[in-house]
């Protein structure tokens, strides 16, 4: 016959090896006001003629990890394909990149306006290490 081994560990042996685990395999940060969300609060494709705004501005929300909405968070707007202008309100444009803060409720927006020429044109919103969020518009 054979018998069952017993195992034993003690307090201290436990808590040793909990707090290895919990250092070697958590990737939970704690900073709570760093983002871990970016999702588009506006339509991601939109249509539009040649050298005309948007009837709406571009919108994204930044949140944490935990979802909690974050405020005054820059994001960079990018044209990387077609053309343009972006702007913001009460602020600057540009042809290729702009930035714009969160506000109270943790959405960031800015203003494009369609080139030229007609086509497709891609603006990529980003914030911290988050991967970006890209909106196409049918430029017609």
């Known amino acids: 016959m054979t018998q069952a081994r017993r195992h034993t560990f003690s307090a201290r042996k436990l ?3 909990l707090a290895l685990v919990a250092a070697s395999g958590c ?6 006001n760093s983002p871990g969300l970016l999702a588009p609060i506006s339509n991601l494709n939109q249509t539009a003629p040649t050298n005309t705004a948007l ?3 571009l919108q994204v929300l930044v949140a944490s990890q935990f979802g ?3 405020r005054n968070q820059t994001v960079t ?3 990387t394909a077609g053309g343009g202008t972006l702007s913001v309100t009460g602020g600057g444009s540009s042809t290729t990149t702009i930035t714009s803060l969160t506000d109270d409720s943790g959405i960031a927006e800015m203003n494009y306006t369609t080139g030229a020429t007609a086509g497709t044109s891609s603006i990529q919103a980003r914030v ?3 991967p970006p969020i890209t909106f196409t518009v049918t430029v017609t």
Request: hydrophobic fraction near 55%.
């Open 128 to 130: 911290g290490e988050v």
């Open 68 to 70: 909690e909405r974050l």
């Open 77 to 79: 707007w990018t044209i």
């Open 27 to 32: 990737s939970l940060a704690t900073d709570v």
């Open 15 to 17: 808590a040793v090896l």
């Open 55 to 57: 009837a709406a501005p």
